[in-house]
């Protein structure tokens, strides 16, 4: 007949091949992740590092960053008299470069009662009230802006001031008269305006910021007292240091802190038409500046969401942000560097040690998290990095995936394939997880081997069609498989219509001995179900014997480079397959050593048969009849096993004809009994020729 051949393990070998290319691969797989993980944390952090040390992608980052603005309530301590479309209106007052300086003078004596003035807009022109004006902002220490002209600016070596030589020259005499002149130049990376200068230069005078200046003023600290701390990017505004100003390369972010128009606003014309009671400007920080789109005032802030702010309601969060405090500052170089080196590290072995699945919703969670850590971190004033570790988190999934998938995945799915249909699933998943559990390459470690065999074969054969034939051998190794697997066993090789089967291998399997004898018991009964089928068919009732045998065996891939099988070679494998032979010898079905039987005697119930030598073999071996797990035996099996027991003990003290008298008792029970039939002969033989002085009761077997 045709043999069946199976080749589950070609992928595997192949697999296994490329590990022993290098000597890499040769490492145990956990060591292998970690050197990897080790490379690829470091090459990726340091990639990252550098792109951000460069400012690629710092635009997308600001506007990331900028989302986490806008979430505090604005100061009650701060109005805004705002110059607006209806203040300039034909209706009301015109054009504010028409003004007369009285309309100003009188919104001072109305909101006298604030603490601090501030106006927001630049004077340009010459009037009559011009003295009377200059009064009145020198009797309420008015703050006056003024912008350079300059846009081209240096750092002031020493405090780290904008340097703009010439600044608009202004011979009024409301310049002259105020209390100060505050800078309100700005400078913007993009279209979104996020820092002030902390003030300029003009080559004789450094004036401060506008916001600035008021907010000393309101804190009642002294002009004179500020002092820059270059180390620690500080600009204090008192000698006790208790309020200060974050400030890098001369300037100092701001924090809006809600959206445009979110300041108290009041209109210049319902002020100055006493519509507003003074009250609501006491003791309070007034803003006075133009809101109208006709100024062109209006910039794009982190918090406009399509609506620009007014310039004066910018200085608004600007002195806030001082007077709170509450200031922002971008996480240093250093801590940038950490921070993606921390996520690179733990992005890059949580996808190392988690499923695809996992990994995917770890990168989803890596990005929320850091979102969040990020908003916390934003609310006690650090700007992180809002775009790196997330490229990071990317990354380190990406390439992660690509080293599992050509190293481990890829070697998952031809393990899978190699074992798949040959092992127990849950073994093919430990083997998967755990290759480094396995080792292919050749060991010798105590295993229990399983051959099987159908009895009578040849006859059966003769008898029938080879394609119905193969049909009723495919039924039979289909109910053995799965007994196989399902007891943890490793399918090795079918031969004609003989299994082999062994457990301990590839995996460790303390009860490996065990689980060999329960599939040869589970086996049988299963045979029973197919005969009652197989009778209904009008078929023949296949039978099989087999053998059993514990032992040290060579586990390995064995074979030539075109063709290789993961198997178990040696005399214990040997044996085993001798055992399964050795049923014909005796009438049994099921065979086990000596060596099995001291593992399993106590779950299962078994016949001792005999003490033989098998045919290249010279050391004996006690063989025993599988009968049943513990407590199965049949009343009937009882006194078949004590009486045959006793007979054997008597064979082996030479005491043939008592032995022949309990195997005579055996047959009164069981008539078929081949043991005690074949020990019967023997008897016979040895009172007609007893053997030697020196026999030891081994009965030595010429066939396999």
Request: charged share 25%; hydrophobic share 40%.
């Amino acid at each position: 007949m045709q043999r069946p051949e199976m080749t589950f393990f070609l992928r595997n070998f192949i697999y296994f091949a490329k590990l022993n290319l290098k000597n890499f691969f040769k490492k145990p797989l956990k060591k292998k992740k970690i050197i990897f993980a080790s490379i690829n944390i470091f090459i990726l952090s340091l990639i990252l590092i550098v792109l951000n040390y460069a400012g690629i992608f710092h635009n997308l980052h600001l506007k990331i960053s900028d989302s986490f603005h806008g979430k505090d309530r604005v100061s009650p301590n701060i109005v805004i008299i705002a110059m607006d479309k209806d203040s300039i209106s034909d209706e009301m007052l015109g054009l504010s470069n028409a003004w007369p300086y009285k309309y100003f003078i009188d919104i001072l004596n109305k909101v006298s009662s604030a603490k601090v003035i501030g106006f927001d807009y630049v004077f340009r022109k010459n009037d009559k009230d011009e003295q009377l004006f200059a009064k009145a902002i020198k009797d309420n220490k008015v703050i006056l802006a003024q912008m350079s002209k300059n846009k081209n600016s240096t750092y002031f070596k020493e405090l780290f001031f904008i340097s703009d030589k010439g600044f608009e020259t202004k011979s009024l005499d409301i310049y002259s008269s105020s209390a100060e002149i505050g800078e309100i130049k700005t400078l913007t990376n993009d279209d979104v305006l996020r820092n002030f200068n902390i003030g300029s230069y003009d080559g004789i005078n450094i004036i401060e910021n506008f916001a600035v200046i008021i907010s000393r003023k309101f804190l009642n600290i002294n002009t004179n007292d500020y002092f820059y701390d270059k180390i620690e990017q500080k600009y204090y505004l008192n000698q006790d240091k208790s309020k200060y100003i974050n400030v890098v390369d001369g300037q100092f972010k701001i924090k809006f802190f809600n959206k445009p128009y979110s300041y108290k606003y009041y209109s210049f014309v319902d002020v100055l038409n006493g519509k507003i009671p003074e009250s609501a400007f006491k003791n309070k920080i007034v803003l006075i500046g133009p809101t109208a789109p006709a100024f062109q005032d209006l910039r794009m802030v982190p918090t406009s969401d399509a609506i620009p702010m007014p310039g004066v309601e910018i200085h608004a969060n600007a002195i806030q942000t001082i007077i709170d405090q509450d200031f922002l500052s971008d996480q240093s170089d250093f801590g940038q560097g950490l921070t993606l080196f921390i996520v690179t590290l733990i992005s890059c072995f949580a996808c190392l040690y988690l499923g695809i699945f996992s990994s995917i919703v770890y990168v989803f969670l890596a990005g929320i998290i850091y979102f969040f850590t990020a908003k916390i971190s934003f609310n006690h004033g650090i700007i992180m990095n809002m775009v790196y570790p997330y490229i990071a988190i990317v990354l380190s999934f990406i390439s992660v995936y690509l080293y599992r998938y050509f190293t481990e995945i890829k070697s998952k799915k031809e393990l899978q394939l190699a074992f798949g249909k040959y092992v127990n699933p849950e073994i093919v998943k430990k083997i998967t997880e755990n290759p480094e559990m396995v080792a292919l390459g050749g060991e010798e470690k105590e295993i229990t081997v399983f051959f099987s065999d159908i009895e009578n074969f040849t006859n059966v054969s003769e008898r029938f069609k080879p394609k119905d034939l193969i049909i009723l051998i495919n039924e039979y190794c289909e109910v053995m498989v799965n007994i196989i697997l399902q007891n943890h066993g490793t399918l090795d090789k079918f031969e004609g219509d003989a299994i082999m089967a062994f457990w301990g291998a590839p995996l460790d399997l303390p009860d490996h001995a065990y689980y060999a004898c329960k599939t040869a018991i589970e086996a049988r009964n299963a045979l029973i179900a197919l005969h009652e089928k197989w009778t209904r068919e009008n078929k023949p009732l296949l039978n099989f014997r087999c053998g059993i045998n514990t032992g040290t065996a060579l586990i390995g891939n064995m074979g030539a480079k075109v063709r290789m099988e993961y198997t178990a070679i040696g005399d214990n494998v040997n044996l085993a397959s001798r055992l399964e032979g050795i049923n014909k010898q005796y009438g049994t079905h099921s065979c086990i050593s000596e060596m099995t039987y001291e593992k399993v005697k106590d779950k299962f119930e078994v016949r001792r048969l005999d003490k033989i030598r098998v045919k290249g073999k010279n050391i004996a071996v006690t063989i025993y009849e599988l009968l049943a797990e513990k407590g199965h035996l049949t009343e009937e099996a009882l006194p078949v096993i004590q009486n045959f027991e006793k007979g054997f003990d008597s064979y082996q003290q030479k005491n043939f004809t008592q032995a022949k008298e309990y195997f005579n008792q055996v047959l009164q029970v069981r008539p078929n009994d081949e043991p005690s039939k074949i020990y019967l002969e023997r008897c016979d033989h040895f009172i007609s020729n007893p053997p030697a002085i020196n026999w030891d009761g081994v009965w030595v077997w010429g066939v396999k």
